[in-house]
């Protein structure tokens, strides 16, 4: 809760609602609040709470890490793919424009010139 800024009103409102015994509302609370499918995660991670051994609840905490962090990581490569596809392209029509600038003027040189010799 130190750390956070925009979680932190809904930190507080699970904590409360926790030591006032209301565990599964406290938990549901926190899932809706944040409304994304990484919130309801964390809120049954942290429901498990008093119902398992702390060193599961930090491995299941480090395994929540890293398929956000994969998560992350698979939408940045996406990300970067798609740019490249975007660049590739638009290079690859720069090019071809460039083709068709050269061969229109070679064509248009070589009419001209037979044009000359025709009359």
């Known amino acids: 809760m130190d750390n956070s800024t925009v979680l932190k009103p809904a930190y507080e409102e699970l904590i409360t609602l926790y030591r006032n015994g209301r565990d599964e509302e406290a938990f549901k609370y926190f899932g809706d609040r944040i409304g994304s499918r990484y919130g309801r995660n964390f809120a049954s991670i942290?429901?498990?709470?008093?119902?398992?051994?702390?060193?599961?609840?930090?491995?299941?905490?480090?395994?929540?890490?890293?398929?956000?962090a994969e998560e992350r990581m698979t939408e940045a490569v996406k990300t970067a793919q798609r740019?490249?596809?975007?660049?590739?392209?638009?290079?690859?029509?720069?090019?071809?424009?460039?083709?068709?600038?050269?061969?229109?003027?070679?064509?248009?040189?070589?009419?001209?010139?037979?044009?000359?010799h025709l009359f």
Do not use: C, H, R
């Open 46 to 68: 942290l429901s498990k709470i008093d119902k398992i051994n702390p060193a599961e609840m930090v491995q299941q905490m480090e395994v929540f890490q890293n398929i956000m």
């Open 83 to 116: 740019n490249s596809v975007l660049i590739t392209a638009w290079a690859s029509a720069s090019v071809f424009a460039l083709l068709i600038n050269f061969a229109v003027v070679v064509v248009f040189m070589d009419t001209l010139g037979m044009l000359e």
